[in-house]
C-alpha cells in the first residue's frame, strides 16, 4: 500500500532544523547585513511547510497516513464520509444491488440518530470509521483533550451499536497537525487519505464528478466521497458500473489494505 510522502511524521524534526536555523542567523545578524534576509527566508520557508502540509493529508508531515491500497489487483475502496443520515439507507441499498462493500466514516453525533443505519451497515459488512464527534471547521484547533474526547464519544456511541472496535480514523477536512498526531496516539488507529477526492461537496454536476473519479480511477485507488450531498446515489451507481465494466472491484478497507 502507499502510505504519505514521509514514512513517519517529520514535524518535530522540522522545529528543531527551524530552531538551529535561527540560531545561526542570530550570529549571522551580527557578522554580516545578509542575516536578517537569510533569517526571513528561513521563516517564511518553515511556516509555508508546516501549515500547508496540514492541510495535504497525505503528506505525512504530521502524522502517517495511508493513501492507497495494494496495486498487484483490481481491487479498489470506496469510501463514504460525514454520515450517517437518512440517505445512507439508499447508498446501503445501491451497494447491494451490486454486491459490493464501502467503508463509511462516521461522524459521532449523528451516529447516535441512526442506530439502525449503523448496526444494518456492520452486518452488511461494510467497515466503519471514526470521523469525529462533530465534524466542526474548528475540530484541528480545538485541542489534544477536546480532540480525544470526541474520538472517544465516537467510538463508544459505534462500538456499542456493532460490538466492534474501530480501527480506523479520517481527519475532518483532511487537516492534521500536531494536536491531532498527539491525540491519536491514544488510539491504535490506522489513518485514511485517499488517492481520489471527488469534490462531490463543490460540484454539483453529476456528471463531473464521475468524470473526475473516473479519469483518475485504477487498482488500489481509495476513492473520497460523502454519503450526505444531493448526488452521491446517483454517482455512486454509475461508479459501480464503470467499475464493472473497467474489472474493479469495490472492497472495504480491511480487504484493500490485507489487514
Keep these: 500500500m502507499q502510505l504519505s510522502w514521509f514514512p513517519k511524521p517529520i514535524y518535530k524534526e522540522i522545529y528543531i532544523v527551524t530552531f538551529l536555523a535561527f540560531g545561526g542567523c542570530g550570529w549571522l545578524i551580527f557578522s554580516t547585513s545578509s542575516g536578517w534576509l537569510l533569517l526571513s527566508i528561513i521563516a517564511i520557508l518553515s511556516v509555508t511547510i508546516l501549515i500547508g502540509s496540514s492541510f495535504i493529508v497525505c503528506s505525512g508531515v504530521y502524522v502517517t497516513t495511508i493513501c492507497k491500497g495494494r496495486t498487484k489487483s483490481n481491487k479498489i475502496a470506496i469510501t463514504l464520509d460525514d454520515g450517517p443520515c437518512e440517505q445512507t439507507k439508499e447508498i446501503l441499498q445501491v451497494l447491494d444491488k451490486y454486491q459490493v462493500k464501502a467503508t463509511f466514516f462516521l461522524i459521532g453525533n449523528k451516529a447516535a440518530l441512526y442506530k439502525d443505519i449503523i448496526y444494518e451497515m456492520s452486518q452488511k459488512g461494510h ?87 473516473k479519469n483518475k480511477i485504477g487498482p488500489g485507488s481509495i476513492v473520497l466521497m460523502h454519503d450526505t450531498t444531493k448526488n452521491a446515489v446517483s454517482v455512486l451507481e454509475q461508479l459501480l458500473i464503470y467499475c464493472k465494466q473497467k474489472n474493479l472491484v469495490p472492497v472495504n478497507l480491511d480487504e484493500l489494505l490485507e489487514d
Design 127 to 213: 467497515n466503519i470509521g471514526n470521523h469525529s464527534y462533530y465534524h466542526k471547521s474548528w475540530f484541528p484547533i480545538i485541542g489534544v483533550k477536546r480532540i480525544k474526547q470526541e474520538l472517544i464519544e465516537t467510538q463508544n456511541i459505534i462500538t456499542s451499536i456493532t460490538g466492534i472496535k474501530q480501527t480506523y480514523f479520517r481527519p475532518p477536512f483532511g487537516i492534521t497537525n500536531p494536536f491531532i498526531a498527539k491525540a491519536i496516539k491514544k488510539f491504535d488507529f490506522k489513518t485514511i487519505g485517499w488517492s481520489i477526492r471527488s469534490l462531490d461537496t463543490i460540484i454539483d454536476n453529476p456528471e463531473k464528478i464521475l468524470d473526475r473519479i
